[in-house]
């Protein structure tokens, strides 16, 4: 059974440029969650999704940062434009229900130079 | 809301030493639990769940965690680690009904020496 898949693994960027990162849950899970992860500040929830519906972006950094789940198979993360303070590693994961149990992507490692 | 407060930034072990790694929590009522396990490169994997019923949890790879509520805590333990066990150990809190959000810990790196 395919775990939740990310796309790409690895971004490297100029500043200023548009990055888009992009995440397949597991086949059945309602929810979805985007993470950044780095040194300094661990591992922050940016946003997510619950039936594809956005319920709390509260994490989101700044209006530089949009997500989008357009169906129950496929999520996107843009970020625009990039700055190098956006270097992270980003995971997407996914969960069902009441489960509360979340699925990690392999993650994204994305480098804004 | 909840939070969640992992003391130790690093511990290092001595392979076939047990280790117990400490979780403390801050949630009103009673909450999720979990541990995950990031090794390098990787995403986090679930090692174990609190729910609810006993509050000695069995997890994968010989690793079990107790909740104790009077304590708010949830530490992780193994009687013997193994080379393999060197990662990261993240201790998460959600809440019981409504959305699923679920707040991590900053993380314990664990370092296993021969």
């Known amino acids: 059974d395919a775990g939740v898949i990310q796309s790409p693994r690895h971004e490297v960027t100029e500043m200023g440029q548009e990055v888009t990162l992009r995440c397949k849950p597991i086949?059945?899970?309602?929810?979805l969650f985007w993470y950044r992860q780095t040194m300094m500040r661990g591992l922050e929830l940016l946003i997510y999704f619950n039936n594809n519906v956005p319920i709390d972006d509260s994490g989101m950094p700044e209006d530089r940062f949009s997500a989008k789940m357009p169906n129950a198979s496929f999520s996107t993360l843009k970020i625009q434009p990039s700055e190098p303070r956006d270097s992270a590693v980003y995971f997407c994961?996914?969960?069902?229900?009441?489960?509360?149990?979340?699925?990690f992507g392999p993650g994204t490692r994305l480098l804004v130079l | 809301a909840q939070s969640v407060t992992q003391p130790d930034i690093h511990i290092t072990v001595s392979e076939g030493a047990s280790l117990e790694l400490r979780c403390n929590y801050s949630y009103g009522a009673t909450p999720y639990l979990f541990w995950y396990v990031q090794s390098p490169g990787q995403g986090l994997q679930l090692l174990l769940k609190?729910?609810?019923?006993?509050?000695l949890v069995q997890g994968i790879k010989g690793f079990e965690a107790e909740f104790k509520r009077s304590q708010s805590s949830f530490n992780l333990r193994k009687p013997s680690v193994h080379w393999s066990d060197a990662a990261e150990y993240f201790c998460a809190v959600g809440a019981q009904g409504g959305y699923q959000k679920v707040t991590f810990g900053i993380g314990t790196k664990l370092q296993v020496i021969p």
């Open positions: 086949s059945g899970h309602n929810s």
């Open positions: 609190y729910f609810s019923g006993d509050t």
């Open positions: 994961a996914s969960s069902w229900g009441g489960q509360e149990t979340q699925y």
